[in-house]
């Protein structure tokens, strides 16, 4: 997406965040790479998001102060829900996941990948049965440094 799409494009420890709002709500964030260029807005929206990251950035067990507007289906609603439940420093996997919401581990593992809210909303707390699993819907590469990166500031640390 080109950097002119989001409402601002926001530093991050592991590189930018692509802001996409609907109204006042945060309707999306996209993790962009780190040599992406950096586009700031003086919306009072994009201050609150730019605050509340920096205050998780300090703190992992910061709580989000955020209106969100996560656009999905009513499954994907629920399983982001479910993921909301899960607090800071702890993690579920897609088969728990799967088994409270009577589905599948790959349909959770959709409705996870698909997530437009990744921090917020926290993807990157779920893990496969056996490891890090992926993120973002990639098995390798920089989306799985940042989960890696998020975990390990949420103090869980790296599986693999």
């Known amino acids: 997406m080109p950097a002119s799409d989001y409402a601002a494009v926001l530093p991050a420890p592991f590189g930018a965040l692509g802001v996409r709002l609907a109204g006042e709500a945060l309707a999306g964030l996209d993790f962009l790479p780190p040599d992406s260029a950096l586009r700031p807005c003086g919306a009072a929206a994009v201050h609150r998001v730019a605050h509340e990251l920096e205050a998780y950035y300090a703190n992992p067990r910061h709580v989000w102060r955020l209106t969100l507007a996560p656009a999905g289906t009513l499954f994907r609603q629920r ?82």
């Not at 728990?96 to 919401?101: K, S």
């Not at 409705?111 to 990744?118: R, S, T």
């Not at 056996?130 to 975990?151: I, N, R, T």
Request: charged share 10%; glycine share 12%.
């Open 79 to 160: 399983v982001w829900q479910t993921l909301l439940a899960i607090p800071s420093g702890q993690t579920r996997t897609y088969g728990e996941i799967a088994h409270d919401l009577a589905s599948s581990p790959r349909a959770v593992g959709q409705a996870v990948g698909d997530n437009p809210i990744p921090i917020i909303i926290p993807c990157h707390r779920v893990l496969a049965a056996h490891g890090l699993g992926g993120f973002m819907h990639h098995a390798d590469g920089f989306p799985l440094v940042v989960k890696a990166w998020l975990l390990q500031h949420e103090g869980i640390g790296s599986r693999s």
